[in-house]
């Protein structure tokens, strides 16, 4: 199995078809523990499964509170940071302006890069 993994969503693939595998059912626990919130998608030419939240409510009271209580590791912990950051500019209604556009498209830029010290 091969997992990949990217704040908003969640991955899997595995040799098998998704419907068949653990990957599926791991997807489906996942979903289940975020209070059912998000939806799995199955691309069977790939043979993977993902997980995706994408109601900006479910990632605000959800998704990120989880995450700042449970913290993540390494880089991704940087790339966390960032991801709240455009987060907390979309629920100010900033990703509707030019500038605040322009800000998130900045933010972008830096993740999976890491923060600058």
Known sequence: MNY???IGACAAR??????????LLLLKRIQEFFNGIGTITLNNNKNSAVF????LKDITNIII???M??????????DFELFKAVIELM???????????RKILAIRASM?????Q
């Open 52 to 55: 995706r939240v994408l109601k």
């Open 91 to 101: 629920n100010k209604g900033e990703h509707l302006t030019k500038d605040g556009f």
């Open 14 to 23: 595995d040799d098998h078809h998704p419907e068949e595998g653990a990957d």
């Open 4 to 6: 990949t993994k990217k």
């Open 69 to 78: 209580q449970y913290p993540l590791l390494t880089q991704k912990r940087a």
């Open 112 to 116: 999976n890069n890491g923060l600058s």
């Open 65 to 67: 509170p989880h995450f």
